[in-house]
T-cell receptor, first 116, second 113 residues
């Protein structure tokens, strides 16, 4: 079974440009998470969807960041305009959440984003 | 606030030795889940082991086992017969009632040949 699929694996772009990161969760999973990982701040949860609905976006740093989940098999994280301080590894994770049962989160390979 | 603390920034052991990584957490919740994830240089985040707080028995997955002390809020990871492929960052994580993972800062583990 395919795991969480993220694209691109690497992205290098100039500041001010729009960046779109993509994620395909594991089939059947109903929860999706976007994380950012940096040396300084470690792993930070940006936003969490359940059944395609954003549940908690308190970790989204600024209005420049937005995330969508138009259907159960696809999500995007967009940064517009991008800034050098957005450089990080961005992870997408998915899991199955049902009443009374908690499943672990499964991670994609991440997107390494470099803003010049 | 819920926090996870990993007090060992880096550890290094010889291949085949046993190593224990420490993790403590702080929460007022009674039912929760704890996880250890491994992140090798390839940067994948790989689930190593999980523990439900309501279970008294310590979880075990092959060479990996935990020592879960609920009263002390401690959740250490023991790796037996360590292998070169175990070299990675290890993250302890606590899942709260909002289904969110609270992460420790990580321990860099180096297995020397």
């Amino acid at each position: 079974d395919a795991g969480v699929i993220q694209s691109p694996r690497h992205e290098v772009t100039e500041m001010g440009q729009e960046v779109t990161l993509r994620c395909k969760p594991i089939s059947g999973h109903n929860s999706l998470f976007w994380y950012r990982q940096t040396m300084m701040r470690g792993l930070e949860l940006l936003i969490y969807f359940n059944n395609n609905v954003p549940i908690d976006d308190s970790g989204m740093p600024e209005d420049r960041f937005s995330a969508k989940m138009p259907n159960a098999s696809f999500s995007t994280l967009k940064i517009q305009p991008s800034e050098p301080r957005d450089s990080a590894v961005y992870f997408c994770a998915s899991s199955l959440k049902v009443q009374g049962l908690t499943q672990p989160q499964h991670f994609g390979d991440g997107t390494r984003l470099s803003i010049l | 606030a819920q926090t996870v603390t990993q007090s060992q920034p880096e550890m290094s052991v010889q291949e085949a030795e046993t190593v224990t990584l420490s993790c403590t957490y702080d929460t007022s919740e009674n039912n929760y889940y704890l996880f250890w994830y491994k992140q090798p240089p390839s940067r994948q985040m790989i689930l190593v082991i999980r523990q439900e707080a309501y279970k008294q028995q310590n979880a075990t997955e092959n060479r990996f086992s935990v020592n879960f002390q609920k009263a002390a809020k401690s959740f250490s990871l023991k790796i037996s017969d360590s292998q070169l492929g175990d070299t990675a960052m290890y993250f302890c994580a606590f899942m709260n009632s909002n289904y969110q993972l609270i992460w420790g800062a990580g321990t860099k583990l180096i297995i020397k040949p």
